[in-house]
């Protein structure tokens, strides 16, 4: 694990710019906090900070690899893991006749985009943002993993490019980039409704991202070229002799190998228990490689919002010793500047908070976590996916009918049985979906934002993805959708950020490219039914995960927002919050008040659409303001240079 950060110089490295981009890793100090450094040649800076997990005492960053003739041609930063890089190493030295000087799995990556080219990406088990450097071609080649698990932000200027793990510290090279650290105001649009920034974006205007399943080849002097290389087709497979048991069969194996693999590691492997399904397979296949294994969860005391009696039911009878970390409503509270510092671009998703805890506990007890993150997108567990299935007759109405059911409900007063089913029945797929996440209407986001744009909606994010899906059943459309914006956007932030805030490494199997290779040739009646969602994968589990959690619910970490924004404990946070923010600019301010007075005297719920604007007041006074300053603890480890 490392976090990274690079400058790619259209002149001459300087020791000053070394210096900078030194100085600037102490933003990301939280990622690797065993080992700090830089290295450099004559056009490229490579800074690291790193936590060691696999060939702890040998495989320091940046690694340095080439052929025979060679040996020192390719200098590699990488953040992540390859779990399967010993069988990676061992074709490569059977075809290839490469030669390893370590035990790790970063000279896996290197040598095979020596002998592969970018095909080896595709290659890769495992999670990763990395950057190579080609000493003779003078080529630098950026990577990310399929899903998004691991971060990677990209600046680009007159004075070159620079990428980073934090975008924090690609901040503080914004200046020697030639670039500003202006806000993007389209891109708060898009997260006042998303409740998170999408990909490629970000809510400075200079920094983007590289989108999960891209590389990115860089030469001195001119822009990135992107290339995504991960294009998911969701082609169902008919079922083969043995049918649907082989099937079930078929995920059952993939996921025991897949978590077999993510537990290699030369430190102690814990995992998170939340009480559902996935992370209860998660564990269950996990203790199978380690009978110690230790399992973590985080709860509320409230009432409804707690599953640490069904987590503890589920250790017990899967024989792991477990952690449960209760979080107070002022814990909570004062916690969130912290976690907005660690998070870069504002997550308004409240389970952010209780995962910081549950990894801090964890922290105290491992250094690598497995967690349940992805089954929901594979194998079909939003109820939402039912969906189409459920409004499939309007699929049979003339257009013009259809418009006018849509016309029909907006006449209908508001709580009316009914009235959501018209409006949506009255939407082709594009219109109406575009994730989990639904906070703002239009009417709400021109109440709020200063320069509200109807224009600027969610199919700016959503369009692009919907046309490379266009002729497919709509369930696997909209799986399709959250693998590219809500899994990367939201689960898989928070889950990288609330875990790396703790120096904790996070590791998700069911984010496999095996995995995902099973699960996306599912027909949809495998992934829904009218009694259940993840139909498939429940069945698979049925002799992995204990009786009482199969056919639970999800639940996750739910949080008492709507409560604690009523009542004494978050009340009075919320309205200093708003009375200090200096975003008089971007948002109405008493319009927010008023939305807050109006949650708290019921019965209308906006806990969410306040969380989204408390979130982003509290960003912008970190990042913006200057005003918020959290006190982020320096962790001590060695230095090299």
């Known amino acids: 694990m490392c976090g990274l950060l690079g400058f790619l110089t259209a002149d001459v490295a300087t020791d000053d710019v070394v210096q900078q981009v030194y100085d600037a890793l102490q933003c990301g100090r939280h990622r690797g906090p065993d080992e700090r450094g830089t290295w450099h040649d004559e056009h490229i800076i490579l800074g690291f900070n790193r936590l060691s997990i696999i060939d702890i005492d040998h495989s320091h960053q940046p690694l340095r690899w080439g052929p025979a003739d060679n040996p020192q041609r390719y200098a590699l930063a990488f953040n992540g893991e390859i779990y399967n890089y010993l069988e990676l190493r061992e074709q490569l030295a059977a075809e ?247 998070l870069d671009d504002p997550v308004a998703d409240p389970a952010l908070v209780p995962l910081y805890f549950v990894a801090k506990e964890a922290r105290k007890h491992v250094k690598v976590v497995l967690s349940g993150e992805g089954a929901d997108e594979l194998f079909g567990g939003y109820t939402i996916y039912r969906e189409p299935l459920s409004l499939r007759p309007f699929e049979y109405l003339p257009r013009g009918v259809r418009r006018l059911a849509g016309a029909l409900s907006d006449r209908i007063p508001e709580g009316t049985r009914g009235k959501s089913l018209l409006h949506r029945g009255s939407l082709t797929l594009e219109e109406r979906y575009y994730g989990n996440a639904r906070s703002f209407n239009d009417a709400q ?9 109807p224009e600027w909606t969610h199919r700016d994010v959503t369009a692009p993805i919907y046309a490379r899906s266009r002729g497919w059943d709509p369930v696997a459309r909209m799986q399709h959708l959250d693998l590219f914006t809500w899994l990367r956007g939201d689960i898989l932030v928070k889950a990288d950020k609330m875990t790396m805030a703790n120096s904790l490494e996070l590791r998700v199997p069911f984010l496999d490219p095996e995995v995902f290779r099973i699960a996306e040739q599912l027909p949809h009646e495998q992934k829904l039914t009218k009694e259940t969602t993840k139909y498939a994968l429940r069945k698979a589990l049925e002799t992995i995960v204990p009786p009482h959690v199969l056919h639970r619910p999800k639940l996750g970490f739910p949080v008492p927002l709507r409560h604690w924004l009523r009542g004494p404990e978050l009340y009075d946070w919320a309205a200093q919050q708003i009375a200090e923010s200096q975003t008089d600019h971007l948002l109405d301010k008493s319009a927010i008040k008023a939305m807050l007075e109006s949650h708290r005297q019921g019965p209308t719920d906006h806990s969410r659409r306040l969380w989204t604007l408390l979130i982003f007041m509290i960003w912008h006074g970190i990042f913006i303001e200057d005003r918020i300053k959290p006190d982020i603890q320096t962790p001590t480890y060695p230095v090299r240079l």
């Open 96 to 342: 290839h006749g490469a030669r390893f000087h370590t035990e790790g799995d970063g000279e896996a990556i290197v040598a095979a985009y020596h002998h592969w080219g970018t095909a080896a990406f595709s290659r890769l088990r495992g999670m990763f943002a990395f950057a190579i450097w080609d000493t003779e071609t003078r080529q630098l080649v950026l990577g990310r993993d399929p899903f998004g698990i691991k971060p990677m932000f990209l600046a680009t200027g007159p004075n070159g490019t620079a990428y980073a793990s934090e975008k924090k510290s690609l901040l503080e090279l914004l200046p020697a980039l030639g670039l500003s650290d202006a806000l993007d105001v389209r891109a708060l649009e898009h997260y006042t409704v998303l409740q998170y920034v999408p990909e490629p974006e970000s809510l400075h205007r200079d920094v983007r991202r590289l989108e999960s399943g891209c590389y990115a080849t860089l030469t001195p002097g001119e822009k990135p070229a992107v290339t995504r290389y991960f294009k998911p087709t969701f082609r169902v497979r008919p079922f083969a002799t043995g049918g649907e048991e082989r099937r079930y069969r078929e995920i059952a194996e993939v996921l025991e190998d897949s978590v077999a693999k993510h537990m290699r590691a030369d430190v102690t492997v814990g995992a998170f228990l939340s009480g559902g399904i996935d992370s209860t397979a998660t564990a269950a296949l996990a203790i199978r490689h380690n009978p110690n294994l230790l399992t973590f969860t985080s709860a509320f005391e409230r009432e409804g919002y707690s599953e640490a009696d069904v987590a503890a039911e589920t250790a017990a009878a899967i024989g792991a010793k477990h952690f449960v970390r209760m979080v107070s409503p002022a814990e909570y509270a004062a916690a969130i500047p912290e976690i907005v510092w660690y």
């Open 445 to 453: 986001l021109r109440a709020v934002l200063r320069d509200f744009r």
